[in-house]
């Protein structure tokens, strides 16, 4: 019989922009999902309209006909947008987020990058502002380790500015050069 560790809360919070974060998790753009709702919310107005007209009701008896069909409506929106969310969180939110609890620190790393590279695609193919972009710096803070450079762009070529690393990273007998993409990272022996 073996002991089940207990499972620590995961959680996916965008810092600015989510709606590429919220279309990953939920399955559905959220400007979509407003625009569903809106044009819903439209034919539901109509069809009360349209049913309320067709009965060729006058001054009192039109005014209590339109408020019943306005209840009458009330129950099965609020039910088709519960059934929406239950699905939304059965088949997308629930299994990423039981995903991300799970995940090693550089595979949750690799997560975060990939939703804000998406975020800058889509900027980048559609009309919308490119409002990110550019290379991507990725670090993880931990209990553990507290805060490491996953990725780190650095604003010039380190390959042109071997001074910089000899100046900040000077090498002595106890540490070595990391091959790591030329950041000048270091580690010791």
Same mark, same amino acid.
């Given at each position: 019989? %073996?002991?089940?560790?207990?499972?620590?809360? /995961?959680?996916?919070?965008?810092?600015?922009?989510?709606?590429?974060?919220?279309?990953?998790?939920?399955?559905?753009?959220?400007?979509?999902?407003?625009?569903?709702?809106?044009?819903?919310?439209?034919?539901?107005? +109509?069809? /009360?309209?349209?049913?309320?007209?067709?009965?060729?009701?006058?001054?009192?008896?039109?005014?209590? @006909?339109?408020?019943?069909?306005?209840?009458?409506?009330?129950?099965?929106?609020?039910?088709?947008?519960?059934? @929406?969310?239950?699905?939304?969180?059965?088949?997308?939110?629930?299994?990423?987020? %039981?995903?991300?609890?799970?995940?090693?620190?550089?595979? @949750?790393?690799?997560?975060?990058?990939? @939703?804000?590279?998406?975020?800058?695609?889509?900027?980048?193919?559609?009309?919308?502002?490119?409002?990110?972009? +550019?290379?991507?710096?990725? /670090?993880?803070?931990?209990?553990?380790? +507290?805060?490491?450079?996953?990725?780190?762009?650095?604003?010039?070529?380190?390959?042109?500015?071997?001074?910089?690393? /000899?100046?900040?990273?000077?090498?002595?007998?106890?540490?070595?050069?990391?091959?790591?993409? +030329?950041?000048?990272?270091?580690?010791?022996?």
């Amino acid at each position: 019989m %073996s002991e089940e560790k207990p499972r620590g809360k /995961a959680a996916i919070i965008p810092f600015a922009q989510g709606e590429m974060v919220r279309l990953f998790m939920e399955g559905i753009d959220p400007a979509f999902q407003q625009e569903i709702e809106h044009a819903l919310g439209e034919f539901a107005a +109509g069809l /009360a309209e349209g049913l309320v007209g067709s009965t060729g009701a006058a001054g009192r008896r039109e005014s209590t @006909l339109r408020k019943q069909v306005d209840q009458a409506g009330t129950v099965p929106a609020k039910q088709f947008y519960e059934r @929406l969310d239950a699905y939304s969180a059965r088949s997308h939110v629930r299994p990423v987020v %039981s995903a991300v609890a799970n995940l090693p620190k550089e595979e @949750l790393a690799g997560m975060a990058e990939s @939703l804000v590279s998406l975020t800058s695609f889509k900027r980048r193919v559609t009309h919308d502002p490119e409002t990110v972009g +550019g290379p991507i710096d990725v /670090a993880v803070i931990s209990k553990g380790d +507290g805060f490491i450079w996953i990725n780190r762009k650095n604003y010039f070529d380190p390959e042109l500015n071997h001074q910089f690393f /000899a100046n900040y990273y000077p090498v002595d007998s106890r540490t070595t050069t990391r091959s790591s993409g +030329g950041n000048g990272a270091r580690r010791r022996k």
